[in-house]
């Protein structure tokens, strides 16, 4: 049992081991992984703290209020804002694979890129109001841009992405992928840092580290 305080500690620890900058294996530029790793350096707790453990939205059916600014009455401790107009943000998921649905959008943010990850069987509503696309089938997702339609839903999307880009010191750009279709994909899913990855240091989930780092505290505690 670990004080409140501490709590996230186990999960932050296995998050930054698997973050890009510091997460084994060879699929990382050596160019790429050191400008991270600067960047880790000069930034500030809050924005850290999102490049270690992201923030994924379910977007494709947030709540009506979600992309709006924050009522004048609203209690800013209950929900999440962003930007100066304290924008609504949708509610955060756990950084796992069991959460990602065909027929959903996701949003994810870590301070330094957005990415959207698009279900194969996405609503076509949705696609054609952020892409003008009924359907990403076949589509080169590189070439796939964020547009701003007249219609609601895209406003609400769009203020989102603005009101996150809005809180960084950098811009963030917006990488859209498809399920099923790699590139940018393997990229979203590095970022999934509850699951397993496929390098020597990263092959625990979040339960599995969790039970680890318990048995080895009981065990440095037995010694004493």
């Not at 194969?120 to 089938?137: M, R, V």
């Not at 509850?194 to 440095?220: I, K, M, N, P, W």
């Amino acid at each position: 049992m670990l004080p409140e305080q501490l709590q996230l500690l186990p999960l932050y620890a296995m998050a930054l081991q698997k973050n890009m900058a510091f997460r084994g294996g060879t699929d990382m530029r050596t160019d790429e992984r050191a400008f991270l790793i600067s960047q880790l350096s000069n930034m500030s707790v809050e924005e850290s703290r999102v490049f270690i453990y992201p923030r994924l939205f379910e977007v494709h059916n947030m709540n009506p209020q979600c992309g709006l600014p924050a009522a004048a009455d609203a209690d800013l401790e209950e929900i999440t804002t962003a930007g100066s107009s304290k924008i609504v943000l949708p509610d955060v998921t756990n950084l796992t694979y069991e959460h990602l649905k065909s027929d959903a959008v996701f949003l994810l943010e870590d301070s330094q890129a957005l990415y959207m990850w698009v279900g194969k069987d996405a609503p076509a509503a949705f696609l054609n109001s952020a892409f003008s696309l009924g359907s990403l089938e076949g589509i080169d997702c590189s070439q796939v841009m964020l547009l701003r339609n007249p219609d609601e839903l895209s406003q609400r999307i769009n203020g989102i992405v603005d009101a996150l880009r809005e809180d960084r010191p950098t811009f963030m750009q917006l990488h859209v992928c498809r399920e099923g279709d790699g590139g940018n994909e393997a990229r979203f899913f590095w970022h999934l840092v509850e699951d397993r990855a496929s390098f020597t240091g990263g092959t625990y989930s979040y339960a599995e580290f969790l039970q680890h780092v318990t048995r080895q505290s009981h065990g440095a505690a037995g010694t004493r």
